[in-house]
Nanobody
Framework: QVQLVESGGGLVQPGDSLTLSCTAS????????MAWFRQAPGKEREFVAA????????SYAGPVKARFTVSRDNDRNTVNLHMNNLKLEDTAVYYC???????????????????????WGRGTQVTVSS
């Protein structure tokens, strides 16, 4: 089982940047595809971004594409989400998740489903407010 802990959330203004970090632990961390999800107040949790085991490929949800960048450092067992030009609608709790070992990369592109992930962090709050 992979343990995940998110950090870096906070209160920012529209147009600001913020970087979230996910620290992972467990015997198979570096072999897992990883992703970020978010849940806004009153809404269902939604996919944000994903990254392959070696960081060579990434995928993004439409609303964050070109503004968010996902990266990973396997030496430090961290996955980061750098968010630029934050908008009011980016306000949410952001979660880090590890994909099940059997999930192929193609399932982390487009419509990404929570059932393909078996480890979740507790989340970190990002609030964008003027």
């Amino acid at each position: 089982q992979v343990q995940l802990v998110e950090s870096g959330g906070g209160l920012v203004q529209p147009g600001d940047s913020l970087t979230l970090s996910c620290t992972a632990s467990g015997p198979t961390v570096t072999s897992r595809q990883m992703a970020w999800f978010r849940q806004a107040p009153g809404k269902e949790r939604e996919f944000v971004a994903a990254i392959t085991q070696n960081g060579g490929s990434t995928s993004y949800a439409g609303p964050v594409k070109a503004r968010f960048t996902v990266s990973r450092d396997n030496d430090r067992n961290t996955v980061n989400l750098h968010m630029n030009n934050l908008k009011l609608e980016d306000t949410a709790v952001y979660y880090c998740a590890a994909a099940k070992p059997s999930v192929p990369w193609r399932r982390l592109i487009g419509v990404v489903q929570e059932r393909d992930f078996d480890s979740w962090g507790r989340g970190t709050q990002v609030t964008v407010s003027s």
